[in-house]
């Protein structure tokens, strides 16, 4: 199994700039979560969707971010305007359906907004 | 609502020692807990996961973990440490029905020679 697969890895932006960071979750999973890691907040929750709907986003920070799920093999969340409090790693996990909880992560994107 | 606490936020041992990260839960009911580990750049790898069943939990690595109830705890061991254990490690609670985990806010372990 080739996990869960995050692209790109790094992004370097400018403040203002659109952002779309992608996702394609573990095939079989049906919950899908992206979260956010910086020094100052940790890891935080952002957004989850169970068999591609949104169930949770009070963790989304603001009306800049957004994130859809288009199929079961494809998220996106996407910062616009971004801002350079926006830095941070962003990371896509996803559940199977057992309802163990068990988080599969991916590696990350850094996004860096100058 | 559940909630993990990680009361310290950086150990150092020395290579070849025990190490004990603690992790204190809270949760009304029979929580699932986990330990994540995250090396410098890497996504979060699990460990050892506890749903039901014996308190002591195996996991990857070498390492292990016991639930006790009375104490509300889920504290991660390993007896001999290696130098490719330095990483931050993460505790995790959920709750059986609900797909979210709740995660502390991390222990960096360093491992000095």
């Known amino acids: 199994d080739a996990g869960v697969i995050q692209s790109p890895r790094h992004e370097v932006t400018e403040m203002g700039q659109e952002v779309t960071l992608r996702c394609k979750p573990i095939s079989g999973h049906n919950s899908l979560f992206w979260y956010r890691q910086t020094m100052m907040r940790g890891l935080e929750l952002l957004i989850y969707f169970n068999n591609n709907v949104p169930i949770d986003d009070s963790g989304m920070p603001e009306d800049r971010f957004s994130a859809k799920m288009p199929n079961a093999s494809f998220s996106t969340l996407k910062i616009q305007p971004s801002e350079p409090r926006d830095s941070a790693v962003y990371f896509c996990?996803?559940?199977?359906?057992?309802?163990?909880?068990?988080?599969?992560f991916g590696p990350g994107t850094r996004l860096t907004v100058l | 609502a559940q909630s993990v606490t990680q009361p310290d936020i950086h150990i150092t041992v020395s290579e070849g020692a025990s190490l004990e990260l603690r992790c204190n839960y809270s949760?009304?009911?029979?929580?699932?807990l986990f330990w994540y580990v995250q090396s410098p750049g890497q996504g979060l790898q699990l460990l050892l996961k506890?749903?039901?069943?014996?308190?002591l939990v195996q996991g990857i690595k070498g390492f292990e973990a016991e639930f006790k109830r009375s104490q509300s705890s889920f504290n991660l061991r390993k007896p001999s440490v290696h130098w490719s254990d330095a990483a931050e490690y993460f505790c995790a609670v959920g709750a059986f029905g609900d797909y979210k985990l709740s995660f502390g806010a991390g222990t960096t372990v360093t491992v000095r020679a």
């Open positions: 996990a996803s559940t199977p359906t057992s309802g163990n909880n068990e988080q599969f």
């Open positions: 949760y009304g009911a029979t929580p699932y």
């Open positions: 506890y749903f039901s069943g014996d308190t």
